[in-house]
Structure formats: structure tokens, C-alpha cells
């Protein structure tokens, strides 16, 4: 069996504001809380070259809206497709190991075929939807990625992560946002990693459950090239429960994230301007995966 199609789901709905790590409750009272609301599909096609390389590409589809408490009328949207990514994968050690260990090397490019300056009309008036739901970001870039599993008795310890390099600085799109600093998008870095541990559920055949912890985010510089024009660099720390069934070729997982920590951090035009942003954080994912080798 050489090929694996894919499909992820994710849900989250961001309305919890935070300056640093400290809570604007003070939004949630007066009503004005930012809500987003994003619905997102990654597709994904995997040929395995040999035991240890693959070859993988992947495209998300987005749906996304945004509100103000105040004005839930009053919504902004954004559907379509994201950046496109091509990415190869290797094994360190043949699979399958009889030392039940292993790790996995990636490396991929980032194409930016979503569109960065997605624009929706609100009263009347056609202007440019926030980056927080924009399909793209306009920029080529590149991530490095690996995966690590050990199994210790009855249980599996694992651990992944991706960082996307976006060398690019700014896009070209106009924000709308007030402060001349923030009048371009940001091209922004971005990252995630996971870690913890898998065990078989009891009394259940080709059953799993999984314990970790998650975190998510963009820096507030990128690794290379400038940080300049409007980002909300912050980090999102989750403890990760979820559940794994295999059956056959076909394998399904559901995890929910719950966040344990959340901060907002300045940006370099935050620096420069001398003040702090702020940004909408969820208080849980949902994440539902399928996968089907053939």
C-alpha cells in the first residue's frame, strides 16, 4: 500500500481577549468581545516511495466568520482555499523496528496559492477581512518538521512539531487598522508541537487513548528576514486528550484541546509604538482526523 489520502477537521471559536497573559475580562461585560469563528479542512495525499520516504501534499479549505458582541449582525466571511504544501518525509530507522522506536525527518515548501486580501462587504462598504480569517498570507515559505515515538511496555510516548519559515516580510495588503505601523499584513512565522503519551483503551480492541500537551503560535520575530507590518505573535498551550481507532486501512482520531495558557505577546510595532495588542484566543479545539491507505 503506497498512498494514504487524509482529511483533518478543526473548529475553534476565539472570543477570550488577552493582553500578555492577563484575561480582558472587561470585554466580555461591555459586549465587546471579537468572535471568530473558523471552521478549517486540511486534504491531504501521501505516496510512500519506499519503507522509510514519502511524499505528501496538502490543501486546506477554510470557512471563516467574524463579529463583534455588539453587532452579531454585522459579519464578516471569508471561504476558500489556503497555501498549498509540498513536503517529504523520511524515517530514521527501516519501519517497522523491533526497538518499537523511531523518528521522522520532514522537510516541505509552502506555497501561497490562498488569497491574502480576501474582502467582504459590511453596510455597504467592500473592505479587506481581518488577517485573522484570510485564506492566505502571501508569502513562499518553508517548514521543517519532525516525529518521534518510543513504546515503553503498554504504553507509547510520542512527540512532534512543525515550524514554518516565512522569510517574506510583509504582503502588501492594506489592514485598514489606524496606526501607520500596522498598515501592511505581517508575513509571519508560525509553529506547533505536540507531546504525550498513547495507550490501548481497556476492554476495547483496536482502540487507543492519548494524553499530551499541545502548543501553537507565532513569534514575535521571524527567523529570517524582517518582522515589520500588523502580526498578533502570541502562544496557545493546551492540554490534549483524544481517542485513536484503526479498523482495516482505515484509521479515525478525535482530539479536543482545552487551553491551560494563553499570551497575547507585543509585537515589533507594538515595540516600536510603545503600547500592547491584544488578541482573541478559543478555550478549546476540535479536532477530528481520517486516514485511508490503499
Same mark, same amino acid.
Request: net charge positive; hydrophobic share 35%; charged share 20%.
Given at each position: 500500500?503506497?498512498?494514504?489520502?487524509?482529511?483533518?477537521?478543526?473548529?475553534?471559536?476565539?472570543?477570550?481577549?488577552?493582553?500578555?497573559?492577563?484575561?480582558?475580562?472587561?470585554?466580555?461585560?461591555?459586549?465587546?468581545?471579537v468572535n471568530n469563528?473558523?471552521?478549517?479542512?486540511?486534504?491531504?495525499?501521501?505516496?510512500?516511495?519506499?519503507?522509510?520516504?514519502?511524499?505528501?501534499?496538502?490543501?486546506?479549505?477554510?470557512?471563516?466568520?467574524?463579529f463583534n458582541q455588539?453587532?452579531?449582525?454585522?459579519?464578516?466571511?471569508?471561504?476558500?482555499?489556503?497555501?498549498t504544501s509540498i513536503?517529504?518525509?523520511?524515517?530514521?530507522?527501516?519501519?517497522?523496528?523491533?526497538?518499537?522506536?523511531?523518528?521522522?525527518?520532514?522537510?516541505?515548501?509552502?506555497?501561497?496559492?490562498?488569497?491574502?486580501?480576501?474582502?467582504?462587504?459590511?453596510?455597504?462598504?467592500? /473592505?479587506?477581512?481581518?488577517? *485573522? @480569517?484570510? &485564506?492566505?498570507? #502571501?508569502?513562499?515559505?518553508?517548514?521543517?518538521?519532525? +516525529?518521534?515515538?518510543?513504546?515503553?511496555?503498554?504504553?507509547?510516548?510520542?512527540?512532534?512539531?512543525?515550524?514554518?519559515?516565512?522569510?517574506?516580510?510583509?504582503?502588501?495588503?492594506?489592514?485598514?487598522?489606524?496606526?501607520?505601523?500596522?498598515?501592511?499584513?505581517?508575513?509571519?512565522?508560525?509553529?506547533?508541537?505536540?507531546?504525550?503519551?498513547?495507550?490501548?483503551?481497556?476492554?476495547?480492541?483496536?482502540?487507543?487513548?492519548?494524553?499530551?500537551?499541545?502548543?501553537?503560535?507565532?513569534?514575535?520575530?521571524?527567523?529570517?528576514?524582517?518582522?515589520?507590518?500588523? /502580526?498578533?505573535?502570541?502562544? *496557545? @498551550?493546551? &492540554?490534549?486528550? #483524544?481517542?485513536?481507532?484503526?479498523?482495516?486501512?482505515? +484509521?479515525?482520531?478525535?482530539?479536543?484541546?482545552?487551553?491551560?495558557?494563553?499570551?497575547?505577546?507585543?509585537?515589533?510595532?507594538?515595540?516600536?509604538?510603545?503600547?500592547?495588542?491584544?488578541?482573541?484566543?478559543?478555550?478549546?479545539?476540535?479536532?477530528?482526523?481520517?486516514?485511508?491507505?490503499?
Amino acid at each position: 500500500m503506497r498512498w494514504e489520502i487524509a482529511v483533518g477537521y478543526r473548529y475553534q471559536h476565539s472570543h477570550r481577549h488577552f493582553v500578555g497573559t492577563t484575561e480582558q475580562t472587561i470585554r466580555a461585560d461591555e459586549r465587546t468581545e471579537v468572535n471568530n469563528k473558523i471552521n478549517l479542512m486540511d486534504l491531504a495525499l501521501t505516496y510512500r516511495i519506499s519503507n522509510r520516504w514519502s511524499v505528501t501534499v496538502g490543501v486546506p479549505v477554510m470557512i471563516a466568520e467574524r463579529f463583534n458582541q455588539r453587532t452579531p449582525d454585522q459579519i464578516t466571511h471569508s471561504r476558500g482555499f489556503g497555501d498549498t504544501s509540498i513536503s517529504a518525509r523520511m524515517w530514521v530507522f527501516k519501519p517497522p523496528t523491533e526497538t518499537r522506536q523511531n523518528i521522522r525527518l520532514g522537510f516541505g515548501v509552502k506555497l501561497p496559492t490562498g488569497n491574502p486580501g480576501v474582502t467582504d462587504t459590511l453596510n455597504g462598504v467592500s /473592505r479587506v477581512v481581518d488577517q *485573522s @480569517i484570510q &485564506l492566505g498570507d #502571501g508569502g513562499y515559505g518553508f517548514t521543517l518538521d519532525a +516525529q518521534a515515538y518510543k513504546g515503553v511496555g503498554f504504553a507509547t510516548f510520542f512527540g512532534s512539531g512543525v515550524y514554518l519559515f516565512n522569510p517574506r516580510e510583509t504582503n502588501g495588503v492594506q489592514t485598514g487598522r489606524g496606526r501607520a505601523s500596522e498598515a501592511i499584513m505581517s508575513v509571519a512565522d508560525q509553529y506547533l508541537y505536540r507531546a504525550g503519551v498513547i495507550i490501548p483503551a481497556p476492554r476495547i480492541r483496536s482502540m487507543a487513548m492519548s494524553m499530551g500537551i499541545r502548543g501553537e503560535g507565532v513569534p514575535v520575530r521571524d527567523a529570517f528576514g524582517g518582522s515589520l507590518g500588523f /502580526r498578533r505573535p502570541g502562544v *496557545s @498551550i493546551a &492540554l490534549d486528550p #483524544g481517542v485513536i481507532y484503526s479498523h482495516g486501512k482505515d +484509521q479515525w482520531s478525535f482530539n479536543l484541546p482545552v487551553a491551560v495558557h494563553r499570551d497575547r505577546k507585543r509585537s515589533v510595532t507594538d515595540y516600536m509604538d510603545n503600547r500592547s495588542g491584544d488578541a482573541a484566543f478559543a478555550d478549546y479545539i476540535f479536532v477530528v482526523g481520517y486516514s485511508r491507505r490503499f
